[in-house]
């Protein structure tokens, strides 16, 4: 009787069996430092690595950047140049316990002359405590660290783990960088890619900078292409999607754009503040958020150079809340052009930061006596309210007196640019102060 034949394993089904060919990143993936694209601040002739590896003077490192730029592989080429021993942990999958066996083998292949490279992934996903663990065996040599992150260190690591190590950036791939990669992997495949050149433009497009992601979009090409097929744009779009913009609400690319809408409206460039604006609500933030930030660009950056700024960026919120979304959010673009279009003065916004120290400085100072109330018998006694001028009784509806604390004295807070409608108070302040000199209280 045959032997019934064994069925394969969902694992195998999947194609993932031993034999199973390697995903096209990891056949691709550099064999030494030479290799590695797009880094070249750190791998150049002249750059940070080059220099540590010539003389010999590797530290411990924490190499920050976005997915798919080649943190993992320099460090394991690192290792490999220098003949220490690579180690690589995930801080995502490891606690205390798996630290303490990685440190306990460091020190064994310590007493063996064996140096240790341990590569920390998602570093800053360790906690404070996990991170102080990490300081004693950097200091005796048992390790060098390479953590990898893809947040800002200066705000997701402890401060004693970066004094004891290097911050090394590491950018997006240029599309240069990924037409590099691109052309490797036709070399590897044997095979051209099946898109015109529009198309490969946008894949690169696509790739938003990550090599790893290139790739994989390289190699679902080549699965959908028909023999002798060449996908134009549209295609292309069709076969792969389009990838989701690297963005994350919490972190740095939201402070990112948001800071470069804020700085193009305040360098009153609409068609710039509208590229970052369109960027934020294409990645799904919330646009109420964004309303927020554009009525504080009103009251911070254009004051009262504009005083209907505030009125129409508080309109837009309001138009949003009513219309929701799609319509509400062209109400906000409609105040982001008008805030990046309207002339700019931060006058007001510096005047009360003035104020608020001298405030927080000069302490409990009790106003001068004629402008204080006086409700009380004993309190006119005291000569609180005596010998206040009313305003409306006075020539041009102004009396000149002084209002400031007598122990403090006149303060100047306010100065008004030669800008939009702050022109017209600029006038009417210095018409002022003439008329506060000239009556004696200035």
């Given at each position: 009787?045959?032997?019934?034949?064994r069925?394969?394993?969902?694992f195998?089904?999947?194609?993932?069996?031993?034999?199973?060919?390697?995903?096209?990143?990891d056949?691709l993936?550099?064999?030494?430092?030479?290799?590695?694209?797009g880094?070249?601040?750190?791998?150049?002739?002249?750059?940070?690595?080059?220099?540590?590896?010539?003389?010999?003077?590797?530290?411990?490192?924490?190499?920050?950047?976005?997915?798919?730029?080649?943190?993992t592989?320099?460090?394991?080429?690192?290792?490999?140049?220098?003949?220490?021993?690579y180690?690589q942990?995930?801080?995502v999958?490891s606690?205390?316990?798996?630290?303490?066996?990685?440190?306990?083998a460091?020190?064994?292949r310590?007493?063996?002359?064996?140096?240790?490279?341990?590569?920390?992934?998602?570093?800053?996903?360790?906690n404070r405590?996990?991170?102080?663990?990490?300081?004693?065996?950097m200091?005796?040599?048992?390790?060098?660290?390479?953590?990898a992150?893809?947040?800002n260190?200066?705000?997701e690591?402890?401060?004693a783990?970066?004094?004891?190590?290097?911050v090394?950036?590491?950018?997006?791939l240029d599309?240069?960088?990924?037409?590099?990669l691109?052309?490797r992997?036709?070399?590897?495949?044997?095979?051209?890619?099946p898109?015109?050149?529009?198309?490969r433009?946008?894949?690169?497009?696509?790739a938003d900078?990550?090599?790893?992601?290139?790739?994989?979009?390289?190699?679902?090409?080549w699965?959908?292409a028909r023999?002798?097929?060449?996908?134009?744009?549209?295609?292309?779009?069709?076969?792969v999607q389009?990838?989701?913009?690297i963005?994350?609400?919490?972190?740095?690319?939201?402070?990112?754009?948001?800071?470069?809408?804020?700085?193009?409206?305040?360098?009153?460039?609409?068609?710039?503040?509208?590229?970052?604006?369109?960027?934020?609500?294409?990645?799904?933030?919330?646009?109420?958020?964004?309303a927020?930030?554009?009525v504080?660009?009103?009251?911070?950056d254009?004051?009262?150079a504009?005083?209907?700024?505030?009125?129409?960026?508080?309109?837009?919120?309001?138009?949003y809340?009513?219309?929701?979304?799609?319509?509400?959010e062209?109400?906000?673009?409609?105040?982001?052009?008008?805030?990046a279009?309207?002339?700019k003065?931060?006058?007001?916004y510096a005047?009360?930061g003035?104020?608020?120290?001298?405030?927080?400085q000069?302490?409990?100072l009790?106003?001068?006596?004629?402008?204080?109330?006086?409700p009380?018998?004993?309190?006119?006694?005291?000569?609180?309210?005596?010998?206040?001028?009313?305003d409306?009784?006075?020539?041009?509806?102004?009396s000149?007196?002084d209002?400031?604390?007598?122990?403090?004295?006149?303060?100047?807070?306010?100065?008004?640019?030669?800008?939009?409608?702050?022109?017209?108070i600029r006038?009417?302040?210095?018409?002022?102060?003439?008329?506060?000199r000239?009556r004696?209280?200035?």
């Amino acid at each position: 009787m045959a032997a019934k034949p064994r069925s394969a394993t969902l694992f195998e089904a999947a194609g993932l069996g031993s034999d199973a060919p390697r995903p096209l990143a990891d056949r691709l993936r550099p064999s030494k430092l030479s290799e590695v694209v797009g880094q070249d601040h750190l791998l150049g002739p002249d750059g940070v690595l080059t220099r540590m590896l010539e003389t010999r003077s590797l530290g411990s490192l924490v190499f920050w950047g976005p997915p798919g730029t080649g943190k993992t592989t320099v460090a394991r080429l690192l290792a490999q140049e220098t003949d220490l021993h690579y180690e690589q942990i995930s801080a995502v999958f490891s606690g205390v316990a798996d630290l303490k066996k990685v440190f306990d083998a460091a020190r064994a292949r310590r007493e063996t002359g064996k140096g240790t490279l341990l590569f920390v992934d998602e570093v800053h996903r360790f906690n404070r405590a996990q991170q102080d663990s990490f300081l004693p065996v950097m200091e005796d040599g048992t390790v060098v660290l390479v953590g990898a992150t893809t947040e800002n260190p200066s705000f997701e690591l402890n401060a004693a783990l970066l004094s004891r190590a290097r911050v090394l950036v590491f950018k997006s791939l240029d599309a240069e960088a990924v037409g590099k990669l691109l052309t490797r992997a036709e070399e590897v495949e044997g095979r051209a890619l099946p898109l015109d050149d529009e198309a490969r433009a946008a894949l690169i497009r696509m790739a938003d900078g990550d090599g790893r992601a290139s790739l994989t979009l390289a190699e679902e090409v080549w699965r959908s292409a028909r023999k002798g097929e060449i996908f134009d744009q549209a295609a292309l779009q069709e076969i792969v999607q389009r990838r989701a913009p690297i963005y994350d609400k919490s972190q740095d690319g939201h402070y990112n754009l948001i800071s470069a809408l804020h700085k193009s409206v305040r360098g009153s460039d609409p068609d710039a503040a509208l590229y970052y604006l369109c960027r934020m609500f294409d990645a799904g933030e919330d646009p109420l958020y964004i309303a927020r930030r554009v009525v504080r660009m009103a009251v911070e950056d254009i004051g009262l150079a504009d005083p209907q700024a505030l009125v129409i960026t508080n309109a837009a919120k309001e138009a949003y809340d009513f219309l929701g979304s799609p319509e509400g959010e062209l109400a906000i673009a409609q105040a982001v052009i008008y805030v990046a279009t309207a002339p700019k003065s931060n006058a007001a916004y510096a005047a009360y930061g003035a104020a608020m120290r001298v405030a927080k400085q000069a302490g409990s100072l009790l106003p001068p006596k004629h402008v204080l109330n006086a409700p009380t018998k004993l309190m006119q006694a005291e000569g609180y309210g005596r010998g206040y001028a009313y305003d409306h009784d006075q020539e041009d509806a102004f009396s000149g007196q002084d209002y400031f604390p007598e122990a403090l004295g006149r303060q100047t807070f306010y100065d008004p640019p030669e800008r939009g409608f702050e022109r017209e108070i600029r006038k009417r302040l210095d018409y002022w102060a003439k008329a506060r000199r000239e009556r004696g209280s200035g």
